[in-house]
């Protein structure tokens, strides 16, 4: 077998461990956010406390980002997601086995922790197999999260139904996604997977070693956060979308538009629904389209579910409204994580994208904390539909800064893109 194909095969496999990976964390994040009622009742934490301990993971899973940006510059994120997946599977687990207040904190603590390192070096290990692959596919990884999300929230549907304890709930996901996750883990592949390749098969192709020293180089290159301003602004909006929805779809189709308490659940079923639907269809759309219309598409599709739902007369229609935000949201994370990559890749060389992905990913969470209470303050104040109309004119404003997501293509006349001839010169073999 030659070296060729033995990298060939290894970027498909890495591919393939890494959207289990993805799968996985979105099993371990649902089955905590949808038992937290259980949670609060276990470990009694009151009403007043509870926005703490809610606030509290996305900050320190904020932290565990900026840490892991510094931890990339000396360790390969493989490393980095090979052990903070089963730090964050024990830290689940932890939060049900416990019985102590200090406990229940002292787990979320560690997940927090643990999901912002595994969440920046999953997407940073997305973007350099996309880069190898010449095509799109960061969507795809997101799709099996996506995936990943529904099931964990029905074992949590499933747990809550027939009254299981938080332990007994969390430990068969856990049995089976601990050693799975532990065993994909050797198929991980980092950046200029090429180079990688060529390293321990010793058949270094023309350009191996000059990637490999552009990596080490970039590493050490601090990205300016000038240059990512845009892209920090569309995820902090994406994401004030997406909080929106998952905390108050429930209660704004019930108390705003009327609806039944059973009839209140389903929007966000659906729109975790269309979000996966959207995702494994959008890598299709973007490379026949272009990153910049799916996303303009995406933005504009968005704004479109927000204005539905705002103006909703009554609930069918509110949930048509939640489902075109499906459709809408679901394009916009994952393709700005890829365009962090493609400008990191640009201005500072191949090491630099890690850095990159790290630092945007702390604007997942900052959209995370604020989106819901801004809707709620704005809700108790004025009214959940002129509420609903904050975060339309968020969405709309990634219409403004689309053009961003072209960094590091060539433009056709027809205003499609193509990747760059050196980025993917060796991963357009038919991976």
């Known amino acids: 077998m030659t070296g060729r194909v033995r990298r060939e095969r290894r970027v498909r496999y890495g591919r393939a461990s890494l959207a289990f990976s993805f799968l996985a964390q979105g099993v371990a994040f649902a089955l905590l956010v949808t038992r937290i009622p259980a949670i609060q009742d276990r470990y009694g934490v009151s009403d007043a406390l509870l926005p703490a301990f809610l606030a509290a993971v996305p900050v320190l899973a904020g932290v565990g980002s900026v840490c892991t940006e510094r931890l990339v510059r000396r360790v390969r994120p493989s490393r980095v997601l090979r052990w903070s997946q089963p730090v964050v599977l024990c830290a689940l687990l932890g939060v049900g086995a416990g019985g102590e207040l200090w406990q229940a904190a002292l787990a979320l603590a560690l997940f927090g922790l643990a999901v912002g390192a595994l969440d920046a070096s999953m997407n940073m290990l997305g973007v350099s197999l996309q880069r190898a692959y010449g095509r799109s596919i960061m969507l795809g990884f997101h799709a099996a999260y996506s995936l990943g999300g529904i099931l964990g929230a029905s074992l949590a549907w499933a747990g ?182 493609r400008l990191a890749h640009e201005h500072h060389g191949p090491g630099a994208s890690d850095a990159a992905v790290a630092r945007l990913n702390v604007f997942n969470y900052v959209g995370f904390l604020v989106g819901s209470p801004l809707v709620g303050a704005l809700g108790d104040a004025w009214d959940y539909r002129g509420a609903m109309l904050v975060p339309m004119v968020l969405v709309l404003v990634t219409v403004v800064y689309a053009r961003s997501f072209a960094a590091g293509t060539d433009r056709y006349g027809d205003g499609h893109e193509r990747p760059r001839t050196a980025d993917v010169g060796r991963g357009s073999n038919g991976l």
């Not at 909080?243 to 538009?257: E, G, I, P, R």
């Not at 729109?271 to 959008?282: E, P, S």
């Open 160 to 341: 809550a139904h027939w009254e299981l304890s938080l332990l007994t709930s969390y430990l068969p996901a856990v049995l089976v996604l601990l050693p799975a996750a532990l065993a994909g883990s050797r198929w991980y592949v980092d950046a200029t997977p090429a180079a990688r390749g060529a390293d321990r098969d010793g058949d270094q192709d023309a350009g191996g070693d000059q990637d490999a020293r552009e990596e080490a180089a970039g590493r050490g290159r601090p990205v300016g956060f000038r240059l990512l301003l845009p892209l920090c602004l569309v995820m902090t909006f994406a994401y004030i979308g997406d909080s929106t929805v998952s905390n108050w779809s429930a209660k704004y189709l019930q108390d705003v538009l009327g609806s039944s308490e059973q009839l209140a659940t389903v929007p966000y079923n659906v729109y975790m629904v269309t979000t996966l639907l959207g995702r494994a269809l959008g890598d299709l759309g973007v490379r026949r389209l272009g990153a910049v219309a799916v996303v303009r598409g995406g933005a504009l599709l968005a704004a479109l579910g927000f204005g539905v739902v705002a103006g909703a007369p009554g609930p069918w229609t509110g949930m048509l409204g939640f489902t075109l935000l499906g459709l809408g949201l679901c394009v916009l994370v994952p393709q700005t994580f890829a365009a962090a990559g």
